[in-house]
């Protein structure tokens, strides 16, 4: 497995709002010019209008350092953070910006305060293991597609596996969570052994998931 590109590293910060100001002092106009410009966000809310925590306070395109911030969204019992790096450094990113929040702008939060989180983690990668092609039932279903396909439009036509989804029953829960997921990468050619998986995991250990599911694979192949 080789590693081509991380394109959403989210962390979700389970807390409720009105515990970062108990007494309602926080001006939150004031707040969001704040956090504008004190991590460069090149898009914010600006009408008052705009300001509503049940659908979402958005900010767009910052940075903290050298680390680039995608997006920065406020609930109101959640706090969203996306990056391109890792989940462990969004996560980071987010406890710093809450501690800064502390500091300058009179947060009543303590470090460890958010005691729930949850991720996505997205990533390209290749392999030239046929991921997909973990059930001899499934290939064979592919193999007739393809016979009846090419004799329907009389030109070779060749079906395969395409993606591969574990997720859990969402009826089960209130709030779903994603589904780990393998598929062909969308626009690259099957022969380019090119893949996009997400996952409700933090980044190291769906990139670890996805090196073993390899090595099984292989294993079952031989």
């Known amino acids: 497995m080789r590693l081509s590109a991380i394109s959403l590293s989210r962390v979700l910060g389970f807390v409720e709002i009105i515990d ?4 309602g002092r926080i001006f939150l106009p004031e707040l969001v010019s704040k956090i504008a410009q004190q ?9 008052l209008d705009e300001l509503d925590e049940s659908k979402g306070i958005e900010f767009f395109e910052g940075k903290i350092g050298e680390k680039v911030i995608q997006k920065l969204a406020i609930f109101n019992t959640l706090l969203v953070l996306e990056t391109r790096s890792t989940t462990d450094d969004s996560k980071r990113i987010l406890e710093d910006m809450l501690e800064w929040g502390a500091q300058k702008c009179g947060l009543d939060y303590k470090p460890g ?3 729930r989180f949850a991720y996505v983690s ?23 597609t393809s016979e009846a396909l090419t004799d329907i439009w009389q030109e070779p036509v060749r079906y395969e ?12 829960r209130k709030y779903p969570i994603a589904p ?5 990468r969308a626009e690259a050619r099957f022969s ?13 250990l769906h990139i670890r998931l996805l090196e073993e599911f390899e090595k099984e694979v292989a294993a079952l192949l031989k």
């Open 20 to 23: 970062l100001s108990p007494r």
């Open 39 to 47: 991590f460069s966000f090149q898009k914010f809310p600006k009408p």
């Open 113 to 115: 305060m958010i005691t």
């Open 122 to 144: 997205d990533l390209t990668f290749y392999s030239d293991v046929p991921l997909l092609s973990v059930s001899s039932a499934l290939a064979k279903v592919a193999a007739k």
């Open 161 to 172: 596996p395409i993606n591969l989804i574990v997720g859990h029953d969402p009826t089960a």
């Open 180 to 184: 780990f997921s393998i598929a062909r």
């Open 192 to 204: 380019e052994n090119k893949y996009f998986s997400e996952a409700p995991l933090p980044t190291s």
